[in-house]
Each structure stands twice: as structure tokens, then as C-alpha cells.
């Protein structure tokens, strides 16, 4: 059972213009979120993270709400740019066992057309 | 400051063999996290190291182990590899066991034949 879904694979978006990328969970013990950045043949790169005691943070273009209720959170990106191309991945930890352990969603690969 | 360095960078095995994979963590960690990728999917945690010690592990059988040493670098040892552990190989580190963010390094695409 997958406990983080990001259930777009893909999503393309025309330069200038916002991208919002989704992701849900279903463990109510996760309580921090994060956002990675994956470009082909390197590791991926943190973008952006989230407390569960707030339902928004901001870090320059980009913005990560958090719906604690429907277990879902979602990565704006405004405006979007064709270096933001890549695969972007939801991750969640929590407290106590699941400290220290990330839990990733599948990815969405983001394509911005100049 | 060098980030998060792993090696080697490809590798090829065959079934039934013995593999170690390699990693330094950025300047400063002082906790290593290792995960499994497979093809579209996402990294898939294996287990953390801290104090030389594993601490967390994932639904990773016994033929996944590790080592961490004491200059905070870290193993990743496979034995009797099956096709299935044909995948990219990610080291993490961060420091503290907490909930931070984790710098990865570029992975190690492991092929088994």
C-alpha cells in the first residue's frame, strides 16, 4: 500500500504560467512534507518543506499548501520556467519510528515549453 | 565543499553475486540514508545509519546490510543478487536523525544479469 501518491505522472505547462503539482497521503503519523527536485543522471535536490502545524510556506516562486484534512498537499510554481523541467518528488516523515525515514511518492515529471 | 560523493558510478553483476556500494556524506552529516529507485518509480528507503549504528530499515530483506564508519562515510553491501536489484542506488545524508531535508547524492544504477 502506497502511503504518498502523486497521481500525475506528468504534467506540461507553457512558460510563464503557474504548475501545480499534487500529491496525497494516507499515514496521519506523517507530519512534515518535503519536495524534491530531480534532473537525469544526478540525486535529487530539496526544494521545499512543509511543517503539519502550518498550511503554507513560500520560498521565492515556489509555495507548498498543506490540506491536513484530505491528506494532501500541492507545490505551486508561478511562473514557471524551462530550467523547472524535471521530476519532482512528494516526500513525508513523521515522529518516533518514522523519524529519519522518508517516505516518496512516484514523481511527476514537469515539462515548461519556452 | 564537496557534496555527497558515491561509488562506483555503474555497475554490473550477475545473479548470486556480492555487491558494496560506497558513500561519503556532505562535509558536516553526520547520518547516512540509503534507498533503492527502481524505473519509475520513487526512491524507496533501505536504512539509516548513525553512530555507526542502523537505526531505521525499510521492507528490506537480511541480504541488504550496511556499515557506517567512524569518519561518518558509509556500505551498502547485496549478497546473492537477484534480477530484481537491478535498480539506481541512492545515499542520503543529513544530519541528525530528524525529519530534515536530505542531500542525495547522483546514485549508483546497479544492472543485474
Known amino acids: 500500500d502506497q502511503q504518498v501518491k502523486q497521481n500525475s505522472p506528468s504534467l506540461s505547462v507553457q512558460e510563464g504560467r503557474i504548475s501545480i503539482l499534487n500529491c496525497d497521503y494516507t499515514?496521519?503519523?506523517?507530519?512534515?512534507f518535503l519536495w524534491y527536485k530531480k534532473y537525469p543522471a544526478e540525486g535529487p535536490t530539496f526544494l521545499i518543506s512543509?511543517?503539519?502545524?502550518?498550511d503554507k510556506n513560500e520560498d521565492g516562486r515556489f509555495t507548498v499548501f498543506l490540506n491536513k484534512s484530505a491528506k494532501h498537499l500541492s507545490l505551486h510554481i508561478v511562473p514557471s520556467q524551462p530550467g523547472d523541467s524535471a521530476v519532482y518528488f512528494c516526500a513525508a516523515s513523521g515522529y518516533n519510528t518514522n523519524a529519519g525515514k522518508s517516505t516518496f511518492g512516484d514523481g511527476t515529471t514537469l515539462t515548461v515549453k519556452p | 565543499d564537496a557534496g555527497v560523493t558515491q561509488s562506483p558510478t555503474h555497475l554490473i553483476k550477475t545473479r548470486g553475486q556480492q555487491v558494496t556500494l560506497r558513500c561519503s556524506p556532505k562535509?558536516?552529516?553526520?547520518?547516512v540514508s540509503w534507498y533503492q529507485q527502481a524505473l519509475g518509480q520513487g526512491p524507496q528507503f533501505i536504512f539509516q545509519y548513525y553512530e555507526e549504528e542502523e537505526r531505521q530499515r525499510g521492507n528490506f530483506p537480511d541480504r541488504f546490510s550496511g556499515h557506517q564508519f567512524p569518519n561518518y562515510s558509509s556500505e551498502l553491501n547485496v549478497n546473492a543478487l537477484l534480477l530484481g536489484d537491478s535498480a539506481l542506488y541512492l545515499c542520503?545524508?543529513?544530519f541528525g536523525q530528524g525529519r530534515e531535508k536530505l542531500f542525495f547524492g547522483s546514485g549508483t544504477q546497479l544492472s543485474v544479469l
Open positions: 499515514n496521519s503519523m506523517f507530519d512534515y
Open positions: 542520503a545524508s543529513s
Open positions: 562535509s558536516g552529516h553526520d547520518t
Open positions: 512543509i511543517s503539519s502545524i502550518k
